[in-house]
């Protein structure tokens, strides 16, 4: 995996109208859902108009045809993306580039009740969002690791973390991953966690925030402003955390006060929470990449040049 580093230099406020970003809806936005309430993205000429993604499919269709030029997703999806290895085929010369660090993933593997360890998922279900890309790949090194090879699960894409987790308390999966608060939720719902991400992965680029090159040479002030402001609600998150918490419950139907302050204490976390400075951890890129290549057979014979931008 090549690297290049860029940066802009600062440019004045202006007023630039309307920016479409697409996500996929889960407790990792608290820092975008306080920019746009507390009017950070407003302070600097900005209106978001936020998607929230249904896929990974869908988000990248989008992404590829530019109608949603900022994206937070998986790292492994923007790496497919560069290799050219997507679920949508890119037309030309891939040109993604990550410009903020978002998080390790917040991945936990969650069965339904009453299945109490990995070796109960033999044979059941699996859900994942894409079963070629995005944490799909973490899923697989999980039970891997418990010795059960990709080639013996059985894997259904079902679609975003709020969708699998319908799935997993309606019995449509055994199990999947989830992210934070998702897991604290169906724990509540008499659902297990079974294994997390950071007990294997050391390092491992969960979220990042991507857009195209050539979006970012056009809308350099845009994309400066956009991650000031982003960062900016990520500090009020740390200063504000009973607001904070106020906030994850305001967004995700049927977290109550107290999973609410145990999302915000995981989210936060000093070592495995919310990148504080938005840097890509490179080793955590590096697990990606090598996941990729352990698990896709595609993945070995593409290399995969990454761009990351610092124009904050």
Same mark, same amino acid.
């Given at each position: 995996?090549?690297?290049?580093? %860029?940066?802009?230099?600062?440019?004045?406020?202006?007023?630039?109208?309307?920016?479409?970003?697409?996500?996929?809806?889960?407790?990792?936005?608290?820092?975008?859902?306080? &920019?746009?309430?507390?009017?950070?993205?407003?302070?600097?000429?900005? &209106?978001?108009?936020?998607?929230? %993604?249904?896929?990974?499919?869908?988000?990248?269709?989008?992404?590829?045809?530019?109608?949603?030029?900022?994206?937070?997703?998986?790292?492994?999806?923007?790496?497919?993306?560069?290799?050219?290895?997507?679920?949508?085929?890119?037309?030309?010369?891939?040109?993604?580039?990550?410009?903020?660090?978002?998080?390790?993933?917040?991945?936990?593997?969650?069965?339904?009740?009453?299945?109490?360890?990995?070796?109960?998922?033999?044979?059941?279900?699996?859900?994942?969002?894409?079963?070629?890309?995005?944490?799909?790949?973490?899923?697989?090194?999980?039970?891997?690791? &418990?010795?059960?090879?990709?080639?013996?699960?059985?894997?259904?894409?079902?679609?975003?973390?709020?969708?699998?987790?319908?799935?997993?308390?309606?019995?449509?999966?055994?199990? %999947?991953?989830?992210?934070?608060?998702?897991?604290?939720?169906?724990?509540?719902?008499?659902?297990?966690?079974?294994?997390?991400?950071?007990?294997?992965?050391?390092?491992?680029?969960?979220?990042?925030?991507?857009?195209?090159?050539?979006?970012?040479?056009?809308?350099?002030?845009?994309?400066?402003?956009?991650?000031?402001?982003?960062?900016?609600?990520?500090?009020?998150?740390?200063?504000?955390?009973?607001?904070?918490?106020?906030?994850?419950?305001?967004?995700?139907?049927?977290?109550?006060?107290?999973?609410?302050?145990?999302?915000?204490?995981?989210?936060?976390?000093?070592?495995?929470?919310?990148?504080?400075?938005?840097?890509?951890?490179?080793?955590?890129?590096? &697990?990606?990449?090598?996941?990729?290549?352990?698990?896709?057979?595609?993945?070995?014979?593409?290399?995969?040049?990454? %761009?990351?931008?610092?124009?904050?």
């Amino acid at each position: 995996m090549t690297w290049l580093c %860029t940066s802009r230099p600062s440019e004045p406020m202006t007023d630039w109208g309307h920016l479409p970003v697409c996500v996929f809806d889960g407790g990792w936005n608290l820092p975008l859902w306080a &920019a746009i309430e507390q009017g950070f993205f407003e302070q600097r000429g900005l &209106a978001i108009d936020l998607t929230l %993604t249904p896929s990974s499919r869908a988000m990248m269709q989008g992404f590829a045809e530019g109608r949603y030029p900022l994206i937070l997703v998986s790292a492994d999806n923007v790496v497919a993306f560069q290799q050219n290895l997507a679920e949508v085929p890119v037309d030309g010369e891939p040109d993604a580039v990550i410009v903020l660090g978002g998080d390790a993933g917040f991945l936990s593997l969650v069965a339904g009740p009453g299945l109490l360890t990995l070796d109960d998922l033999r044979g059941r279900v699996l859900a994942v969002d894409a079963p070629d890309t995005g944490f799909a790949l973490v899923l697989y090194e999980l039970l891997g690791r &418990a010795g059960q090879p990709r080639s013996s699960l059985r894997i259904e894409s079902q679609g975003s973390t709020e969708q699998r987790y319908q799935s997993l308390l309606a019995g449509r999966c055994a199990a %999947t991953l989830l992210r934070t608060p998702y897991e604290l939720l169906a724990a509540q719902q008499g659902c297990r966690v079974l294994a997390r991400s950071a007990d294997v992965l050391a390092h491992y680029q969960g979220t990042v925030g991507a857009t195209r090159q050539a979006w970012a040479e056009q809308h350099p002030r845009e994309l400066k402003a956009f991650l000031q402001a982003y960062r900016q609600g990520l500090a009020w998150c740390r200063r504000q955390p009973a607001a904070a918490c106020a906030l994850l419950q305001a967004h995700v139907p049927g977290l109550d006060p107290a999973l609410a302050r145990a999302a915000y204490g995981l989210l936060l976390d000093p070592v495995h929470g919310l990148s504080a400075d938005l840097a890509v951890d490179r080793q955590g890129m590096q &697990a990606v990449a090598a996941l990729r290549q352990r698990y896709l057979p595609a993945a070995r014979e593409r290399q995969a040049r990454m %761009t990351y931008r610092a124009d904050w």
